[in-house]
């Protein structure tokens, strides 16, 4: 077991190396100088000649990088052209945003995808699969954005009920947060139902008829029992693995969610790095996301070993 977790952490260590390489050459090669965007274009050629250089873009590009590198092994991500400030601090700050939002349309989807798919795999080719096939096409099909705009004019504007965006903070009370974030995880959890529902559904039907679900029947279980206790555990896997790849997409892709929602988030400051030519920002920003895409890869690879022994062996 310990060689399996020392082959797979060097080899998450060789992906992350290569992702900021490649983040950090194709940042470099997006048009624009953010010192000249930072001074305006009335800037004169020796001012902007001295801001390019206490910024360090007057450097070789090897030099850049490595210097980056170093300071993003030692936490230290540099200085926002834009807002003057740490960029990591400015990742932290919208993480309490993002990674609520993120946990709610996790659990909102697993909520109503587990339980939606395994009735339907009991109740296979019935008029209750039938339903829970149409709510897996049209969440799949229906844009996150799209939804959010609906639930805004149903829950905000015409029932009052909840607030249309905006964020209060979470100094405001965890139910104000709470509130403030639930139309958008909404939004966020919808299409991810539909996907997991699908993949659940799927997987509990390959598991119903193994032999040892057929037992548990024989010993006098009933159906409901078999199928939670034996065939829902061993259907895990490919749902685990959807999973992880649902939470770092809700966390890397809720830019236009957020952005509809005008939410302080991860996906509101990519997009305004974006549009600022704020390089560090984009570079770290895209970092973390990537480093988080890998790292959730890394750590179901795991949850693998321990849900099946079977793989245990395979890689031992």
């Known amino acids: ?61 090897p030099i850049r990088y490595l210097a980056w590198l170093a300071g993003v092994a030692q936490g230290d991500l540099g200085q926002s052209y834009t807002y003057g400030v ?36 009991r109740r296979h080719n019935g008029p209750f699969d039938a339903v ?46 709470l509130k403030a974030l639930l139309l958008p995880a909404i939004a966020l959890a919808l299409p991810q139902a539909g996907v997991l529902t699908r993949i659940a559904r799927a997987a509990v039907l390959d598991v119903m008829n193994e032999d040892f679900v057929r037992t548990a029947r024989a010993k006098g279980l009933s159906e409901e029992a078999a199928v939670w206790r034996h065939a829902v555990p061993n259907a895990l896997i490919p749902v685990v693995t959807m999973l992880g790849l649902q939470f770092t997409f809700l966390i890397a892709g809720a830019v236009l969610v957020e952005n509809v929602f005008n939410l302080p988030g991860l996906g509101r400051l990519a997009f305004q790095a974006l549009s600022q030519r704020d390089v560090i920002v984009m570079q770290d920003v895209v970092l973390f996301f990537s480093a988080l895409v890998i790292v959730m890869n890394f750590l179901v690879d795991l949850a693998y070993l321990a849900i099946d022994p079977r793989l245990r062996a395979g890689a031992q």
């Open 1 to 61: 077991m310990i060689s399996i977790l020392t082959r797979r952490t060097i080899s998450l260590v060789v992906t992350l190396l290569i992702v900021s390489l490649l983040i950090f050459t194709v940042m470099d090669l997006l048009p624009g100088d953010p010192a000249a965007i930072m001074l305006g274009t009335s800037a004169s050629p020796d001012t902007l000649a001295a801001l390019q250089h206490s910024l360090g873009l007057d450097r070789p590009l």
């Open 86 to 121: 740490p960029v990591a601090g400015l990742i932290a700050e919208r993480l309490t945003v993002t990674l609520p939002l993120a946990l709610m349309a996790v659990v909102l989807s697993v909520a109503v995808a587990v339980p939606l798919g395994v009735q339907a795999a």
């Open 132 to 177: 829970a096939g149409v709510f897996s096409y049209i969440s799949i099909a229906v844009p996150a954005f799209w939804v959010g705009l609906l639930l805004i004019i149903a829950f905000s504007t015409m029932l009052g009920w909840l607030p249309a965006g905006g964020f209060p903070g979470w100094d405001a009370g965890l139910w104000q947060g």
